[in-house]
């Protein structure tokens, strides 16, 4: 309790509208996006975001109102 984790996998939980994504890449890139669908797999957020090697933090805090739950990243 209190603590956070990292575990594979495309699903995060989204509260209190914030979410903290992880994601990493194993090479660099020119460019990388971060698609984010809802549980009806309707796009809500589709972005650029920083496309460099290894482990990324992304902190996402929707625009709007948006329900708490899981939602898939891409």
């Given at each position: 309790?209190?603590?956070?984790?990292?575990?594979?996998?495309?699903?995060?939980?989204?509260?209190?509208?914030?979410?903290?994504?992880?994601?990493?890449?194993?090479?660099?890139?020119?460019?990388?996006?971060?698609?984010?669908?809802d549980s009806k797999g309707?796009?809500?957020?589709?972005?650029?975001?920083?496309?460099?090697?290894?482990?990324?933090?992304?902190?996402?805090?929707?625009?709007?109102?948006?329900?708490?739950?899981?939602?898939?990243?891409?």
């Amino acid at each position: 309790i209190g603590k956070t984790i990292t575990y594979p996998g495309k699903e995060v939980w989204v509260e209190n509208g914030m979410g903290v994504f992880n994601y990493e890449l194993s090479e660099q890139a020119q460019e990388a996006r971060m698609e984010i669908k809802d549980s009806k797999g309707n796009t809500v957020y589709n972005e650029k975001v920083q496309p460099n090697l290894g482990m990324q933090t992304f902190n996402w805090k929707p625009e709007g109102e948006m329900s708490d739950g899981i939602y898939t990243f891409e």
